[in-house]
């Protein structure tokens, strides 16, 4: 797979821009129905699919600088705006290494302030977050507690379907063989209730933030 060269930074940055300010004000109304809120970085490239089948890379330097930097100041507002409820609240920054793209603001209310908890697993050799890796002021990060976590891909075998699901043989073993390599890298298994089976790949970590 090829890996798409990104263009047009004077127009990603205006799209950080606009996204961050589209978000800075949190919707309490809708907080207080749904219990649960959150903010992902919709920003074209990086949060689109490529229709190239091209791999597209992760936001560096300052685009990345700039997107973190955004994250940060939105958790700032939501906090500040949570804080004001006079309620018990989540409210964590979701900080992904090295897919820096799948990175969140999350927060809860109400019956949902434990629906996060088992999102991620624990490392079973917790690391420390380096500041280094994000492009920000160092002063931010660390102003910040921190939990590491693990960032997985999952994978089922009822991913794989039966050659009478497919069009044609041809696209059933191109199936079967992307999906017996994949398995070949290291990976989690077990098995479900309904006995499928359920393949965790570790990708990275996971760093949850908050004030």
Known sequence: MNTKKIRGHK?????????KNANLKL??????QNER???KIWIHPFSGISLTNSQIPEPKTETKKRILNGLF?????????LDELNEPYYLKIWLFE???SKSQVVCAIGNSIDFYKNTFKVSANPKKIKADFTSIMRKRIE???WENRLDQEFMYSSDLGKIEDYETEKEYLE???WFNNRLKKKHSEKTMKDG????SFEVGQVWLGEK
């Not at 919707?27 to 207080?32: G, R």
């Open 37 to 39: 809120d959150y903010a």
């Open 143 to 145: 102003n910040y507690t």
């Open 175 to 177: 199936d079967k063989k």
């Open 73 to 81: 100041d939105i958790y700032e507002s939501w906090k500040n705006q």
């Open 27 to 32: 919707d309490l109304e809708n907080l207080k």
């Open 11 to 19: 127009r990603i940055w205006n799209d950080i821009e606009k996204w």
């Open 98 to 100: 090295p897919r820096i």
């Open 196 to 199: 499928t089976k359920c393949y």
